[in-house]
């Protein structure tokens, strides 16, 4: 049965049915964009293009999930081979698997998380003799980020470096490198890095991998970096197969190494690109996208294109000004609560978007004691959560004997009397003399440093571990039996019903214990030979590209409270975007920053007001407390921006009232 394509308005079918060259697909805000990469890929199985020689790449797994049910569900189910769909991090590491040999490394290399990170990074600042006060683990490993972002290498980061701090980072990004390699591990930056090397270094493989995708598809083009960009390019060179979606007035990663060229100079790096505008929006009202249109169009570097409404408004947008921040929350939580409680309108249909994560803190304080629900969208992930990092730090210690940092996480976890000043000797004993920690203990003993009933706890620690680690080399297929009975010999669920006493939070952590056991079902259920230190390294790649599932968050009975940033890829009937000063948006960095920096800040606000549906507030305050004063505020450049006449937008703000 031929594709039905009746759905589709005349430039998403455009951009469905142009099957080869390279081509550009503008998706405004609210425009279908998934509708359209889905249903291509749908095109072009139907056209006779084998399912597994189609690869579409998109930023998070969860969106490669439902990207693969829906080209399942447009097909009819009827795919006998599957399009490669996933992360850049995913396809990459599927590559590495195969061919990181060819680098040195062996074939079962171990991905590093940001715990595992900082660990080393504090190692390599004691080699260097770098202090905690000149320069913080996190600060290393943003620094080397960002460099390998940019695909700078250890021997070119000095000349790189912007100030004196980040040239002693250069001398700890070689140190940390040397590390990495000498123990077969890679981070989350040297997935794309070392694609790349190989792509450059041996022709062979990249050649491979060029003949087995014929048609490339890349969602979210805008929020490419330099080396995800090399990484399409080189794939699709003999070719040039490639279709990009994106929205450059909706790139707003820029701090995470995203560049925005990359989407405006598409038709020049790929020349006779044919680029298709998707301009119908299905989410917003006229007047919202007004004020989206007028605002974004002081953007000098973009591809011109205008919004158009779906949908006429039934309600205006609504500015508004309060004397202090205090008023705002106060005044925002008595409209929600009227809106909630007398026109029993659902408490999930609200959205409360920031800049800063600073502003919450009076809303929050608002809602909680007027009694309206909230959640905050974004702020814990599964992997953030201390049960998932105990637990993950028991099996990095089975995995990898030599991981310190995750045994002294765990080491007293659940509590078994061995105390932080006893580790801390030991500790200070096996760096000094450059052993491990198990290795010293008996020297420590001697000399007293460790009690006898502490060297009880740790001899008995020891042996756990120890036996552990025998069950999962030698019966990995049972995983997850190894584990959930390590859950019971060290007493972790009792531990967490001894530490909290109300019966729904002692349920909600020990979901999260049941999370991890089943994913490590799921794990060996895949087949193959299941190796510990494989399914660790699928979570710390889970980890670094996950966000909190956002979507799930969104849909609970509550109202919203989220940052911008954190806000993009939902929507909501009605949205409050609060704080719009001088200062928080645009954020005072980028006002004392590089017009580039505005630019951003202005897409931000654009991502902003077009995650409204219905209806979009506006909030502002004539002062803020600084120091325990209050001082003046400047309304945000953007109001004036998106409301051409400024006195009509002052009119509005002293005339709006609203009904209690």
């Known amino acids: 049965m031929p594709l039905d394509l ?168 070689r140190k940390y490198q040397d590390r990495l390699r000498s123990t077969g591990s890679v981070d989350f930056d040297d997935i794309l890095l070392l694609t790349g090397k190989l792509f450059e270094e041996f022709p062979d493989v990249l050649d491979r991998h060029q003949h087995r995708f014929s048609h490339v598809q890349i969602d979210e083009y805008q929020d490419t970096n330099g080396i995800q960009f090399e990484l399409v390019e080189a794939l699709v060179r003999k070719h040039k197969n490639l279709l990009v979606v994106g929205d450059d007035d909706q790139s707003i990663y820029g701090f995470r190494g995203a560049e925005v060229k990359h989407i405006l100079s598409f038709g020049r790096h790929f020349p006779g690109a044919k680029i298709i505008r998707l301009e119908e929006n299905y989410r917003c009202t006229d007047k919202i996208l007004e004020l989206a249109n007028n605002l974004v169009a002081h953007n000098r570097d973009r591809h011109k294109k205008v919004l158009r409404a779906n949908k006429p408004a039934k309600l205006d947008v609504r500015f508004m000004e309060y004397p202090d921040e205090q008023t705002e929350a106060e005044m925002v939580v008595r409209e929600l609560k009227f809106y909630t409680h007398h026109k029993e309108i659902p408490q999930k249909d609200f959205a409360i978007l920031f800049r800063t994560n600073e502003q919450p803190r009076l809303f929050e304080a608002e809602l909680r004691r007027v009694g309206l629900r909230y959640v905050l969208v974004g702020s814990q992930s599964f992997f953030d959560r201390k049960e998932t990092k105990d637990l993950l730090a028991y099996l990095k210690v089975l995995s990898r004997p030599r991981d310190e940092q995750s045994l002294l996480r765990i080491i007293n976890t659940p509590v078994r009397g061995i105390g932080d000043a006893t580790v801390e000797k030991i500790m200070t004993r096996a760096v000094k003399s450059g052993r491990g920690f198990w290795e010293v203990i008996p020297e420590a003993v001697a000399e007293g440093d460790v009690n006898p009933r502490t060297q009880k706890a740790l001899e008995e620690f020891h042996t756990l571990l120890e036996d552990y680690r025998q069950r999962f080399d030698e019966r990995p297929r049972q995983m997850d039996a190894h584990l959930r009975d390590l859950i019971n010999d060290i007493g972790y669920e009792a531990e967490i019903e001894k530490q909290y006493k109300d019966p729904n939070m ?151 009232t609203v009904e209690y």
């Open 6 to 173: 009746s759905l589709l308005n005349a430039a998403q079918r455009d951009a469905v049915q142009t099957l080869g060259g390279p081509v550009l697909v503008l998706a405004g805000a609210g425009t279908g964009k998934t509708r359209v990469i889905t249903y291509r890929i749908a095109r072009l199985v139907e056209s006779g293009v084998p399912a597994d020689r189609i690869l579409s790449v998109t930023f998070t797994n969860k969106a490669a999930k439902e990207m693969l049910e829906r080209t399942r569900h447009v097909l009819g189910g009827n795919l006998r081979k599957r399009p490669w769909i996933s992360t850049f991090h995913a396809l990459c590491i599927d590559i590495l698997r195969k061919d990181i040999t060819n680098l040195g490394y062996p074939k079962q290399f171990a991905i590093l998380d940001r715990g595992d990170q900082e660990a080393i990074a504090r190692q390599v600042m004691r080699d260097i003799r770098v202090t905690e006060k000149q320069m913080k683990p996190g600060d290393l490993i943003s620094c080397i980020g960002r460099w390998k972002s940019s695909g700078i290498v250890p021997a070119k980061a000095g000349d790189a470096a912007r100030d004196d701090k980040e040239f002693l980072g250069s001398i700890g990004y």
């Open 506 to 656: 002692q349920m909600a952590r020990a979901t999260v214990i049941d999370d991890l056991v089943s994913q490590l079902t799921q794990f060996v259920a895949r087949g193959g030979d299941p190796h510990l230190n494989e399914f660790i390294s699928s979570l710390a790649l889970d980890g670094i590209q996950e966000e909190p599932d956002k979507e799930k968050q969104a849909n609970e009975d509550a109202i919203k409270m989220m940052t911008l940033h954190s806000a993009k890829g939902l929507e909501f009937p009605r949205v409050y975007m609060v704080g719009m000063e001088e200062g928080i948006l645009p954020h005072k960095r980028s006002v004392e920053g590089a017009e580039s920096d505005i630019a951003e800040e202005r897409r931000l606000c654009y991502v902003g007001i077009t995650r409204a549906q219905e209806q979009l507030t506006l909030t502002r305050c004539a002062g803020r407390k600084k120091w325990g004063k209050v001082h003046k505020a400047i309304p945000s450049r953007f109001l004036f921006e998106m409301k051409r006449n400024v006195n009509d937008l002052t009119e509005r703000v002293e005339a709006e």
